[in-house]
């Protein structure tokens, strides 16, 4: 048994406690990281303000200015002649091809004659047996008209009855009714035989103009139904060559704006190097039905015409002739429709539009859906104003932004015709003034009046143009 611990026993040595750190310290060092932040976001913040919006700029000048409606389509002779028989049969004769001159009567198509000949004979004979009666119903008529004349006498003096009298007196009418059957037949006859001597001379077809064989779509041995009674078989076209046309299809927003006579500047694609001078000569009074994306006749039908573009035919006299075009070649013609001359002009991109207060269309038919939803909640309402919104973009005004320093300044201007790279400014601007000219997201979203702005590549002043 051990012995216990006495009083005079070492005992365990005391626990040192960890020295505490100054937190005053670790307050300054992050009070300074903090403030270095802020000053470098400051920094930052105004280096971004002082470099601002990038844009490019260039000066309104003075210039003429041509706007055009561009329109593509085939070149076509302005007198082309469907050649179509009048009788059906067969064709023994076609002698020309693709290609060859003719006069006007020359013989270009001859139909097998033998049926309509033998239809003209029928019809003389009938004409002679006609004639052959009418002298008869003219003796019969003779004989009643003497017969009648002497019981007239006799009746006169009471010597014949009345019966006989009657008698004699029908057969006279009778006999003059024969006379005028008679006669109104061998009419008949001889214009049914008129009618077939007509139809056997159409069996040859002459050339009813001068000019060339633009196409032939028939041979020897086929048969050609009449366009009498039919749609008629095509056998070939006449052209006058010496004088082509542009036919194009001009959109129905674009059509008002053109006029006969206004002069065209006509690209061929069988001659790239070449520009063509050519002249408005008419204008469709109706739309081209066969025009579209639609469906033609089975879409108006359905009522249904949103697929459907409106067209309308313009033919445009080509002035050139020293180079031989033909029919089907492709064409694009860009119309002069007005021309300007020494006007304030920009780039067509620096005009934009914007709302009361200088809000974007973009900005406006944000603004107006969101105090819609907060008005009733109902997303019908919304599309509603969002529609009405973009409906009434037509009242948006124009502007552009003027080179003010280092900011825009939104200026409302007054625009004219325009081309494909300059639009007129009526009121505004005038030459010199330095707009913004791009880009199109800074002018048409990005942009206000006042933002600063970065001019990038400033372009060289364009020469005024007088």
């Known amino acids: 048994m051990s012995a216990p611990l006495t009083s005079g026993t070492a005992s365990a040595a005391p626990v040192a406690k960890p020295r ?48 055009t409606v561009t329109a593509t389509g085939k070149i076509q ?36 004659p033998d049926f ?20 008869n119903s003219l003796v019969q008529l003779r004989k ?37 059957s008679a006669l109104a ?57 010496s004088k082509m046309e542009v036919r194009v299809k001009v959109n129905e927003n674009d059509i008002v704006n053109v006029k006969v006579g206004d002069p065209v500047k006509i690209n061929i694609d ?22 579209g994306t639609g469906s033609g006749s089975s879409a108006q039908a359905s009522g249904s015409v949103s697929d459907q573009v409106t067209n309308f035919i313009v033919k445009i006299r080509v002035a050139d002739k020293e180079l031989a075009l033909r ?17 304030v002009a920009v780039p067509i991109q620096s005009v934009t539009v914007r709302a009361e207060g200088g809000m974007t269309a ?39 932004f003027l080179k003010d320093g280092d900011k825009a300044k939104l200026v409302h201007v007054v625009t004219g015709i325009a081309d494909n790279t300059y639009i007129e400014i009526k009121s505004g601007l005038k030459a010199g003034d330095e707009v913004v000219s791009g880009s199109y997201a800074a002018i048409s979203r990005q942009l206000k009046d006042g933002a600063a702005i970065k001019v990038e590549k400033p372009k060289t002043d364009t020469p005024e143009v007088k």
Do not use: C, H
């Open 20 to 67: 505490k750190k100054s937190k005053l310290k670790w307050y300054l060092i992050g009070s300074t990281v903090l403030l270095a932040v802020l000053v470098a976001v400051a920094v930052a913040k105004k280096r971004g303000a002082n470099n601002g919006i990038s844009v490019t700029t260039e000066k309104a000048v003075n210039r003429t200015i041509v706007q």
């Open 77 to 112: 002779p302005e007198v082309e002649v469907k050649i179509t028989p009048e009788v059906f049969g067969e064709i023994v004769s076609l002698p020309l091809r693709e290609g060859a001159v003719v006069k006007k009567g020359d013989v270009i198509v001859k139909i097998k």
């Open 116 to 135: 309509y000949q033998a239809q003209v004979d029928q019809q003389t004979a009938a004409v002679a047996a006609a004639r052959s009666a009418a002298v």
């Open 144 to 180: 009643a008209e003497a017969d009648l004349k002497k019981y007239q006498d006799l009746y006169d003096r009471k010597l014949v009855s009345d019966f006989d009298y009657v008698s004699y007196k029908t057969a006279f009418d009778g006999a003059k009714a024969n006379r005028e």
């Open 185 to 241: 037949q061998v009419d008949e006859s001889e214009g049914i035989l008129k009618q077939a001597k007509d139809s056997l001379s159409k069996t040859e077809i002459y050339s009813p103009m001068d000019g060339t064989v633009s196409s032939r779509s028939s041979e020897v041995g086929e048969r050609v139904q009449a366009s009498t009674s039919f749609a008629g078989t095509e056998i070939m076209r006449v052209a006058d060559l």
């Open 270 to 291: 069988a001659y790239p190097d070449r520009k063509f001078n050519g002249v408005v000569r008419e204008i469709a009074a109706s739309a081209d039905n066969n025009g």
């Open 327 to 343: 029919p089907g070649m492709s064409a694009t013609a860009d119309i002069e429709t007005q021309t300007v001359k020494g006007v």
């Open 362 to 400: 973009d900005d406006l038919e944000k603004k107006k859906a969101k105090e819609a939803k907060e008005r009733s909640g109902n997303d019908v309402d919304v599309a509603a104003e969002k529609e009405e919104t973009r409906r009434d973009r037509e009242v948006l005004q124009r502007v552009v």
